[in-house]
């Protein structure tokens, strides 16, 4: 895994060597992470026919690029679409051939069945069947696509650390690249968009990666290995500050408490002197753009709380009005504009009431099983495992979800790279369980196996 984070580190660097000092032109980082991404979509390729594993890890690092659009397209079409769908024509071709197995089942299946049929039948309403098919698109991307290739794939333990390291390590690039945008736009209190394309949803980005290294870090014995998500953990702090985003800071403290209480209380307690001191020191040392931000989330005469506000209330109008199917997919800023002529209330800042509107209160209410169904499980499953390393992860990756949870009642965050990280992050809850209930069995079979004496018959042996 190592390799493949210098591998892409190389690529940044070669290009930023060949257009800044042999092309004789100004360095452009944009083109320098499309030539990254291409280069890592040719590798990945090339990489499936020997270990189709390593291509879904290399998956991982393209991901969050939202930026990065296809060249020439007539729609929004991004670099981890494509890869996506590279992905899933080379499964579907291992499936027919039995190279590959079927997924395993998961106690979402359902849940996600209904969700997806209810979006299918909102779409029938959309006005504008172009953007109606995009969100289509993208919802089958999420739950059905991303989601159960990462059942299959991660389906071993070697699997599942390679898959820990991607996460962490892409991270760490996505948070170099957003430090360098601060840098290169001149620094203050300006709000970078990061990769992603959008302040909120950098922000968010960073919100899931906080608590889930966190997390893991805590679980981690060996001290190199604890400097290094550490490291990780600094940087994504940093960015997740540069985005003034306030429903991702609302969300990170938030999973990082409720995993701390999990820890037990020693644990909590410590978190929780750490966040009231940073909250202090930010206090002091902070520019006042930062303060005013932190003083602004409980007052409601803030101007962008008054207009979250109106956007709820506007919402919960869609939802009595139209509450079976919704306005129709993608007809919400339509809807809002020819009944309210609020053009900039379009887009409701909270997931759920915005799936609600569009696709109506059983589909909000899918959405919301669906993380509830999530939550419920793993905190049982926190409670009965016993190995320290898949409860290590199983806090993780309850952390990570509540704080995505909260972040999307203060925005819309199921887009592009946030809906595919968010898949990747639910399925590997189920396939971490089939991991731990089905390896460690066959590692103990081994053993007792090993310790048989061979040199004696069968009859010596009792048998």
């Known amino acids: 895994m190592n390799i493949i984070f210098w591998l892409v580190v190389c690529l940044f660097v070669l290009n930023f060597i060949v257009q800044n000092f042999m092309g004789g032109a100004d360095y452009d980082l944009n083109s320098s992470m499309m030539f990254g991404a291409f280069a890592l979509i040719v590798l990945g390729l090339l990489v499936t026919f020997f270990n189709f ?17 296809i060249p020439n397209m007539k729609f929004f079409f991004t670099v ?11 499964l579907f071709g291992r499936l027919i051939t039995g190279r590959e197995k079927r997924p395993i089942s998961s106690f979402l299946d359902k849940l996600i069945f209904f969700f997806i049929f209810m979006s299918l039948v909102s779409f029938a309403g959309s006005r504008n069947l172009a953007k109606g098919m995009a969100e289509i698109t993208q919802t089958l991307e999420y739950f059905v696509f991303c989601y ?52 909120n949803g950098t922000g968010t980005y960073h919100a899931m990666m906080i608590p889930f290294i966190f997390n893991l870090a805590v679980g981690r014995k060996e001290q190199r290995a604890k400097l290094f998500y550490y490291l990780a953990l600094a940087l994504n702090i940093i960015v997740i500050g540069l985005t003034f985003s306030r429903g991702a800071w609302i969300g990170t403290i938030v999973g990082i408490v409720l995993s701390a209480q999990i820890r037990g209380m020693v644990q909590f307690l410590k978190v929780f002197s750490l966040i009231i001191l940073g909250l202090l020191l930010l206090a002091f040392i902070a520019p006042p753009r930062y303060i005013g931000r932190i003083y602004s989330i409980p007052r409601i005469e803030d101007t962008s709380s008054k207009n979250h506000l ?28 020819e009944k309210y002529d609020e053009a900039s209330n379009g887009e409701i800042h909270n997931l759920y009431l915005h799936i609600g509107s569009e696709r109506g209160i059983l589909a909000m209410c899918f959405l919301l099983m669906i993380l509830g169904s999530f939550y419920i499980n793993i905190i049982r499953r926190i409670g009965k495992t016993t190995n320290t390393y898949y409860h290590s992860i199983y806090v993780a990756l309850f952390s990570t979800m509540v704080s995505y949870g909260m972040a999307n009642i203060f925005a819309y965050q199921l887009i592009r790279g946030l809906g595919l990280l968010f898949a990747v992050f639910l399925a590997m809850y189920p396939a971490t369980i089939y991991i731990e209930d089905n390896e460690p069995a066959s590692a103990e079979w ?11 018959t069968p009859l010596e042996m009792g048998l």
Do not use: C
């Open 53 to 69: 594993q390593l291509s879904y890890i290399l998956f991982i690092f393209v991901i969050p690029w939202v930026k990065l659009s």
């Open 80 to 90: 981890g679409d494509a890869y996506l769908i590279i992905l899933i024509v080379i």
């Open 148 to 199: 159960y290739l990462s059942l299959i794939v991660i389906s071993k333990k070697n699997i599942l650390d390679s898959l820990i390291q991607a996460l962490i390590m892409s991270s760490i690039l996505l948070s170099l690249y957003s430090i360098y945008q601060y840098v290169s736009l001149g620094g203050g209190e300006i709000r970078i968009y990061g990769p992603i394309g959008h302040f």
């Open 310 to 337: 109106r956007q709820y209330e506007i919402a919960y109008e869609t939802l009595t009005t139209y509450p079976l199917f919704g306005v129709g997919l993608a007809n919400n800023s339509y809807h809002v504009i």
């Open 446 to 456: 081994a053993e007792m196996l090993s310790t048989l004496d061979i040199r004696h």
